[in-house]
């Protein structure tokens, strides 16, 4: 301890006598302490101000950036006013973003050039610079590195080079260059870029490699004279990595895209590709975002399918939405394919929830105060089978057009009022399988009146309504006429009650709420059958639906109904979160007289419905069960039932599973998982940010298994199911994926997909993450998108 004070003392003094030598500009003197006040400064203008503090204050100047502060600290520092300084041994110098390390520094105040040698490190905005030698035009950032190793902030990536020429603070130029996101610290790391030459650009974020190979584990995958990689996420044009795939319809598929970024709200990518058994395709893609309006477009043709007989095929799509002038906004849908196997041979190309209904629509709405008023045109194209045992019968009718307009406002003593008028011309679409059906036109009026009555723990809502429907029909209906019309009220009369109070359960404190609901319509019985049903459908028989008032959901049909449905839900919530931990619920209904107009035309006299319950919990840590079921108390037999329950202990781990009965019609169990089965992630389960474990390539990293399946025990058969790999070791991710889609009862299309991720630097193959995320459920991505930060303050 003694020894260092000493040492500590004498560098002190030492200082201190060499900073009085410069001021004084004579020979040194015994060492006396000194003041900015009492340094001298030379006559002729003002010169750098030397402080005991080892702090360099730069002369005022015209430029702003000239008056960054200079600070330098180091074991020795010896100087000239107004023109150099020289430090040696662990030499600190700082201005603005530039920090510099090394064993030995000298500064030139006029030049504003900082030479560096030994164990330099120079850093700025948190891209890092390590070598022998360095020499820098401090404000300019302009000089050169020899034999630098770099790091990149916003790629956390970087490598070594023979020398780097700084051209100015955005960019620069490394000779005999290596990029790569693996440890610095590996001398043969899994996947590196080499180049003659390396220009980066961080004014545009990019990088441009000349003479560019890249290998993965020694193996070149890729070459060329001229390379541009990124060095953030931003968008710029060039061609994007390849792709490739394989799937039982197309065989080995490969693609090359070119990604022109138009400008920054507008921008095309187009893909060249080639298929083993089906020939050349083209792909192109335009987007484009203004304050008023956006929209996309896609275009797949194939002109000559070799496994399609040689037909050309294709497929488009275009999306558009905005504000058109009078404050009409308008939006459009078209989606179209060239065949009916289409869905089969490309699924997802269609990027439709309805792969065989593929709807394409016209949309504009004004509102006008409490009113809005609305115009639409509404097509479909139908994707039927061979098979008549799988085709979709019937279609849903294309509106041509469906004109209207609604009406919603409280109205004085808290009256609820609301209206909708429209008008639908209703067609059959272009469909060779379709029988001969109706067609005809439709006007009809929705109305109703409430006056809700709402307390903290009570609400009481009465209502009146109607449901009015004219028609006039292109083929006679069963009575000969052309034309008929309806009007059917309907009053109903909703209750509902939240009762609660504060409740522990395994030491923990919960609000615990009762909550029971009692819902009375009456709806007399109007003879429908005779009518045309162009937009009417049963609605599913759940815990929302039992609530409302008809059992359909259009216009067409009405359901005659005196009933009365009690329900009762329970549920724990945390009182600082208001997180539900458990919910238990029962409904069932009560007709006080038969209901004629039912879903399959039977008319209903069973009195008691049946009884649907209700569960869910997360009360087990890590875990969640939920559990739905429909019993028929006369058959005292589940008719349906939901159960399933997630085990998710932690990051990038998730197990699910769900089984789903339909008495007489289907039983399916679905598992689901996402779980590391080599490896671990670093420490706190996802490590720093939630990211997982940085193998470093060899062998360190984790291997994840994800997927999910589904099984019928009904046909004992898969039906769609999804299985992969995901490797990930650091400065590398690979993914293994296959995934099998059933396409008929003893048809399925599989599919594999193969990608490499670069990290920092590329993915390479066919993307299974939309894949992945779509359908596992709790699955998440091993790499969040990155964010550009400074590691650290210039001045701190």
Same mark, same amino acid.
């Given at each position: 301890?003694?020894?260092?004070?000493?040492?500590?003392?004498?560098?002190?003094?030492?200082?201190?006598?060499?900073?009085?030598?410069?001021?004084?500009?004579?020979?040194?003197?015994?060492?006396?302490?000194?003041?900015?006040?009492?340094?001298?400064?030379?006559?002729?203008?003002?010169?750098?101000?030397?402080?005991?503090?080892?702090?360099?204050?730069?002369?005022?100047?015209?430029?702003?950036?000239?008056?960054?502060?200079?600070?330098?600290?180091?074991?020795?520092?010896?100087?000239?006013?107004?023109?150099?300084?020289?430090?040696?041994?662990?030499?600190?110098?700082?201005?603005?973003?530039?920090?510099?390390?090394?064993?030995?520094?000298?500064?030139?105040?006029?030049?504003?050039?900082?030479?560096?040698?030994?164990?330099?490190?120079?850093?700025?905005?948190?891209?890092?610079?390590?070598?022998?030698?360095?020499?820098?035009?401090?404000?300019?950032?302009?000089?050169?590195?020899?034999?630098?190793?770099?790091?990149?902030?916003?790629?956390?990536?970087?490598?070594?080079?023979?020398?780097?020429?700084?051209?100015?603070?955005?960019?620069?130029?490394?000779?005999?260059?290596?990029?790569?996101?693996?440890?610095?610290?590996?001398?043969?790391?899994?996947?590196?870029?080499?180049?003659?030459?390396?220009?980066?650009?961080?004014?545009?974020?990019?990088?441009?490699?000349?003479?560019?190979?890249?290998?993965?584990?020694?193996?070149?995958?890729?070459?060329?004279?001229?390379?541009?990689?990124?060095?953030?996420?931003?968008?710029?044009?060039?061609?994007?990595?390849?792709?490739?795939?394989?799937?039982?319809?197309?065989?080995?598929?490969?693609?090359?895209?070119?990604?022109?970024?138009?400008?920054?709200?507008?921008?095309?990518?187009?893909?060249?590709?080639?298929?083993?058994?089906?020939?050349?395709?083209?792909?192109?893609?335009?987007?484009?975002?203004?304050?008023?309006?956006?929209?996309?477009?896609?275009?797949?043709?194939?002109?000559?399918?070799?496994?399609?007989?040689?037909?050309?095929?294709?497929?488009?799509?275009?999306?558009?939405?905005?504000?058109?002038?009078?404050?009409?906004?308008?939006?459009?849908?078209?989606?179209?394919?060239?065949?009916?196997?289409?869905?089969?041979?490309?699924?997802?190309?269609?990027?439709?929830?309805?792969?065989?209904?593929?709807?394409?629509?016209?949309?504009?709405?004004?509102?006008?105060?409490?009113?809005?008023?609305?115009?639409?045109?509404?097509?479909?194209?139908?994707?039927?089978?061979?098979?008549?045992?799988?085709?979709?019968?019937?279609?849903?009718?294309?509106?041509?057009?469906?004109?209207?307009?609604?009406?919603?406002?409280?109205?004085?003593?808290?009256?609820?009022?609301?209206?909708?008028?429209?008008?639908?011309?209703?067609?059959?679409?272009?469909?060779?399988?379709?029988?001969?059906?109706?067609?005809?036109?439709?006007?009809?009026?929705?109305?109703?009146?409430?006056?809700?009555?709402?307390?903290?723990?009570?609400?009481?809502?009465?209502?009146?309504?109607?449901?009015?429907?004219?028609?006039?029909?292109?083929?006679?209906?069963?009575?000969?006429?052309?034309?008929?019309?309806?009007?059917?009220?309907?009053?109903?009369?909703?209750?509902?009650?939240?009762?609660?109070?504060?409740?522990?359960?395994?030491?923990?404190?919960?609000?615990?709420?009762?909550?029971?609901?009692?819902?009375?319509?009456?709806?007399?019985?109007?003879?429908?059958?005779?009518?045309?049903?162009?937009?009417?459908?049963?609605?599913?028989?759940?815990?929302?639906?039992?609530?409302?008032?008809?059992?359909?959901?259009?216009?067409?049909?009405?359901?005659?109904?005196?009933?009365?449905?009690?329900?009762?839900?329970?549920?724990?919530?945390?009182?600082?979160?208001?997180?539900?931990?458990?919910?238990?619920?029962?409904?069932?209904?009560?007709?006080?007289?038969?209901?004629?107009?039912?879903?399959?035309?039977?008319?209903?006299?069973?009195?008691?419905?049946?009884?649907?319950?209700?569960?869910?919990?997360?009360?087990?840590?890590?875990?969640?069960?939920?559990?739905?079921?429909?019993?028929?108390?006369?058959?005292?037999?589940?008719?349906? /039932? %939901?159960? &399933?329950?997630? @085990?998710?202990? $932690?990051?990038?781990?998730?197990?699910?599973?769900?089984? +789903? *009965?339909?008495? =007489?019609?289907?039983?399916?169990?679905?598992?689901?998982?996402?779980?590391?089965?080599?490896?671990?992630?670093?420490?706190?389960?996802?490590?720093?940010?939630?990211?997982?474990?940085?193998?470093?390539?060899?062998?360190?990293?984790?291997?994840?298994?994800?997927?999910?399946?589904?099984?019928?025990?009904?046909?004992?058969?898969?039906?769609? /199911? %999804?299985? &992969?790999?995901? @490797?990930?070791? $650091?400065?590398?991710?690979?993914?293994?994926?296959?995934? +099998? *889609?059933?396409? =008929?009862?003893?048809?399925?299309?599989?599919?594999?997909?193969?990608?490499?991720?670069?990290?920092?630097?590329?993915?390479?193959?066919?993307?299974?993450?939309?894949?992945?995320?779509?359908?596992?459920?709790?699955?998440?991505?091993?790499?969040?998108?990155?964010?550009?930060?400074?590691?650290?303050?210039?001045?701190?």
């Amino acid at each position: 301890m003694r020894d260092r004070l000493c040492q500590a003392v004498r560098l002190r003094i030492l200082s201190i006598a060499v900073l009085a030598v410069l001021a004084g500009g004579a020979a040194a003197q015994a060492p006396t302490p000194t003041t900015a006040a009492s340094a001298p400064r030379a006559a002729s203008a003002p010169g750098i101000e030397l402080r005991n503090s080892t702090a360099l204050q730069p002369p005022p100047h015209g430029d702003a950036g000239k008056q960054l502060p200079i600070i330098l600290q180091a074991r020795e520092l010896r100087g000239r006013p107004d023109l150099d300084a020289e430090a040696v041994g662990d030499v600190e110098f700082r201005r603005g973003a530039v920090v510099i390390h090394s064993d030995r520094l000298t500064y030139d105040q006029a030049e504003d050039l900082a030479r560096a040698t030994g164990n330099v490190v120079v850093s700025r905005e948190g891209n890092v610079f390590f070598g022998p030698e360095a020499q820098l035009r401090v404000e300019r950032f302009e000089g050169f590195f020899r034999s630098p190793t770099y790091r990149f902030a916003r790629t956390d990536a970087g490598g070594k080079a023979s020398r780097i020429e700084f051209v100015d603070d955005q960019r620069a130029i490394a000779f005999d260059a290596t990029y790569s996101s693996c440890s610095p610290d590996d001398p043969d790391p899994p996947w590196i870029l080499k180049a003659g030459r390396i220009d980066t650009d961080n004014e545009t974020s990019t990088g441009i490699a000349h003479d560019a190979v890249l290998r993965f584990y020694g193996v070149p995958i890729l070459a060329s004279p001229v390379l541009s990689f990124p060095l953030n996420d931003e968008r710029r044009s060039g061609f994007l990595p390849p792709s490739f795939g394989l799937d039982s319809r197309s065989g080995l598929q490969f693609g090359i895209p070119y990604y022109w970024n138009i400008a920054p709200n507008r921008d095309a990518t187009f893909t060249v590709l080639e298929s083993t058994r089906r020939g050349p395709a083209v792909e192109a893609e335009f987007r484009y975002l203004q304050p008023g309006y956006a929209g996309e477009a896609d275009l797949r043709v194939l002109p000559n399918d070799r496994a399609y007989d040689g037909h050309s095929r294709h497929a488009y799509r275009f999306l558009h939405e905005g504000l058109l002038p009078g404050n009409v906004f308008a939006q459009a849908r078209v989606l179209r394919v060239s065949d009916d196997d289409y869905w089969k041979d490309f699924p997802g190309d269609t990027r439709s929830p309805t792969p065989r209904l593929l709807q394409s629509d016209l949309q504009l709405n004004r509102p006008f105060g409490d009113w809005s008023t609305y115009a639409r045109v509404q097509r479909w194209q139908v994707l039927q089978t061979v098979d008549p045992t799988t085709r979709i019968d019937p279609p849903p009718y294309e509106r041509l057009p469906q004109i209207g307009t609604r009406y919603a406002a409280p109205w004085l003593g808290g009256v609820d009022v609301s209206f909708e008028g429209e008008f639908n011309r209703f067609a059959n679409p272009d469909d060779h399988y379709l029988a001969p059906r109706q067609t005809g036109d439709r006007f009809h009026a929705l109305g109703s009146i409430s006056r809700p009555f709402y307390t903290p723990g009570w609400t009481l809502v009465p209502k009146i309504s109607f449901n009015a429907a004219s028609y006039s029909v292109d083929q006679p209906l069963a009575d000969g006429r052309h034309s008929a019309s309806r009007v059917i009220p309907t009053v109903s009369l909703d209750s509902a009650w939240a009762l609660e109070r504060d409740t522990s359960l395994f030491g923990k404190a919960f609000r615990e709420t009762l909550e029971p609901r009692l819902f009375y319509v009456n709806t007399p019985f109007r003879h429908q059958a005779d009518l045309p049903n162009f937009d009417a459908a049963p609605k599913d028989f759940n815990f929302d639906s039992i609530f409302t008032e008809n059992l359909f959901s259009g216009v067409d049909r009405v359901s005659d109904s005196h009933q009365l449905t009690a329900g009762l839900t329970s549920r724990l919530v945390d009182p600082q979160t208001g997180v539900e931990a458990l919910r238990l619920g029962i409904m069932q209904r009560y007709l006080f007289r038969d209901q004629l107009v039912t879903p399959d035309g039977t008319p209903q006299t069973q009195r008691w419905s049946d009884i649907l319950v209700l569960g869910s919990t997360s009360l087990v840590p890590n875990w969640t069960f939920d559990a739905q079921a429909q019993y028929n108390p006369d058959t005292r037999r589940i008719a349906r /039932s %939901l159960a &399933g329950f997630r @085990y998710s202990p $932690g990051p990038y781990r998730t197990i699910n599973m769900n089984y +789903r *009965l339909t008495r =007489g019609l289907s039983e399916q169990v679905e598992v689901g998982w996402q779980w590391p089965v080599y490896g671990r992630p670093r420490a706190g389960e996802g490590g720093e940010g939630g990211q997982p474990s940085s193998g470093g390539g060899k062998c360190g990293g984790t291997l994840y298994t994800v997927g999910r399946v589904n099984y019928s025990t009904r046909d004992s058969r898969l039906t769609d /199911s %999804l299985v &992969g790999l995901e @490797y990930d070791a $650091g400065c590398w991710i690979g993914r293994l994926v296959v995934e +099998r *889609l059933s396409t =008929g009862r003893s048809e399925a299309t599989t599919r594999l997909l193969v990608q490499l991720e670069l990290v920092g630097l590329s993915r390479i193959g066919a993307n299974p993450l939309r894949v992945l995320k779509d359908n596992v459920p709790g699955y998440q991505l091993l790499r969040d998108e990155r964010t550009t930060s400074t590691p650290f303050n210039p001045y701190d």
